[in-house]
């Protein structure tokens, strides 16, 4: 008996051992390399990465991923991370315009010059109307005939006072002499209104209110000689001022281009490495994408400064990022898109319009938007490498013949309107001068409204020939031979158009300097031939263009959608179908959002089912800065139909001084994906990439896989056994045991 209480008590001491040994070992306990639950290999230049329920296929040098279910391998997901754009005044100018900003600041330059050149116009069309309907007037003049001119030339005269008002700021002495004279001779023709609504038979009146009218007219056109004089010396000017502009800008300032493509850099991939909780069992592994090296130096300020760091785990853990919490499953990967520091084009414009005592728009939003691609392929009878790389091509070619596209048909646009409103006040002009035999100093200031219409025109085309250049680098760069061929195109077409406005202009400063009618009539007819000659050949040339970039998109489209099973997405319980092509135009913002803090989910549709694959996000970044706070800002969305593809943008907005944190992730619905969490996890922060990890479950005394390792609970086991061992012997001799 007492040999049975010895060895029971011996058994009980080893079970404690083995209790109480973890509190000092058991957290150095390091994890068996074969005990790891995936394996990975090499395929193609790929990273791939399998567990028990997810692959994974990771590109080595750009963030590009692919996962699939391991037990039905033939639908594989992608979603490819093709960049960051620093967006102006979205949404009012679309994110997939990738040079929108130029334009943005060359119409902030021409602002004022704009608003009151709608404004003139107007006055000018007002001047017109007042003239032809006193022309018109025979006696007895009716009292609603009277009334409506009345009404006319009174705001005729406020108008009027108004533009006096801007000369006289500007100094723009003739400009208000001419404006004063029109004010005088308003007021002269309300007077003889009113003589006339006194005495609708007063012939001599009328008379005089014509004579009025005419010299109305006339003020009216050599203040416009003067106005639209002063204003093309301005455009020049400004011209001038936006070259130096930009070339500062490039030079000094370093201004970058608003999309940083991920594929102008180089990415390192660090991993895959185990998450291992404390106790030594791994739960999962992490790898992360970092930004080593980019290509235009323009962007050197992001080398270092933005990491892709994913986890995927082999058990259920809820994740922490600051205030922040989900569930991932065992069918995910998260991801956080890290931005440490970003310099922002709209502070170095600010900057820069300043030092060269240019206004800039103050009412400028400007942000940041991350770029996603998705799509599913059937995989069937597929080598995994092989289908990867031939989705890589038309995935960054697309975009860019689509901004080339945009390009064209902006050009066309330019162009075209330019030539229709010469040809309209070119025939306006002629009217004129045979039906009112206006004097040439009156149609100078028809001339000069021309000339500026013209030094417009070639400023704008001196904008575009500036995009084209950048973007035929671009094509150059990625041996695009087709596109960089489109783009060459364009720019001959550009600069046979400043070749066309320039002689224009020689014709109708040619005409300002005449004093024979007849020879300002025979210019303006030349004009308008050759206005009718040049736009139709220009306007076909364009469509050849448009045409050759419109197949190699549908090249593309084609690679691309006889690969993809994707039909349809659903988003935010919203189905959405993505079959048509929109890259050739924008963007849509999605309105159906939800809640700060809450997931949003894009789901895989397939013709008749849903798909297992899906992409999740928090809407919720997190803005960290540097004296320690931290900021949760709302994620916005938009999205565009591809063929066959899904482009998301999600959009974070401005965070200068700031590091931005948003964590995405991929995942498939499957019956794996279960399962109550077991651990908790600190997401890394700032430039960590690895997580760390406490167990959920808690006995009294601390987490109970916080102290056993599995070897420790074997141990457990067998001593275990050992007392089940005694009690049944003792039970056979009929002997009581005690365990205590």
Known sequence: MRAARLACLAAIALLLATIVLPLTSAEAAPASPERARYKHREEHGWLVIETDVIGLALHKHRPFFAWWYVKDNETIYIVHYKGLIEYLMWPIVSLVKPYSWAEEVFEGLMEDMHDYYGFVREVGSLVREI??????????VSEEEIDELMNKTSELAEAVEELLEWATSIGAEELAEHLEAMNATLTEMMALLEELRENRQDYAALRELKNRAHELRREWHMAMHDLFSRWCEWVRERMHEMKEFTR????????????????EGNWTLTGPENITAPNGTVIGLWFAYELAEVYNPTFEFAEGNITIRCRMYFVPVIERAGEINYTVTRAELKQDIVILGWRWNIDLLRELAEEVGLPFAENLTSGLALRLELLAVNATHARLGELLEGLEEPLELRDLVASVAEEAEQIDELVSEACEELDEKAEEA?????????????VRGLL???????EETLAGLDVHEELLSGLKEKATELGAEVLASCIESLEALVEQAKAFFTSINATLY?????????VVASALTTIRTEIQAFLPTFKAQVGAVL???DHEAVRMRECLSSKSMLKKVKMGGEEIDVEDDETFLRERPFERGVDLKDMFEVRFLSENATLAGWFKFVNASLVYYPNGTVAVMPVRLAYMRAGRTLHLFMIYGYFNGGSLEHDPSVGLDVPEAGGEPSYEVEVPSGSETEPSVQPITIWPGGPVAYLLTPEQIAFIA??????TAIVLVARRRKKTINLY
């Open 718 to 723: 067998l001593g275990l056994v050992a007392i």
């Open 430 to 442: 002629l009217e004129e001068l045979e039906e009112w035999e206006l004097e040439l100093d009156e």
């Open 248 to 263: 500062r800008a490039r030079k000094v300032k370093l201004l970058h281009p608003p999309l940083f493509s991920f594929a």
């Open 448 to 454: 000069q409204e021309m000339v500026f219409m013209v």
């Open 510 to 518: 040619e005409a300002m300097g005449s004093d024979d009618p007849a």
């Open 131 to 140: 003239h032809a309907e006193v022309m018109m007037l025979h006696v007895p």
């Open 547 to 549: 045409q050759a970039l």
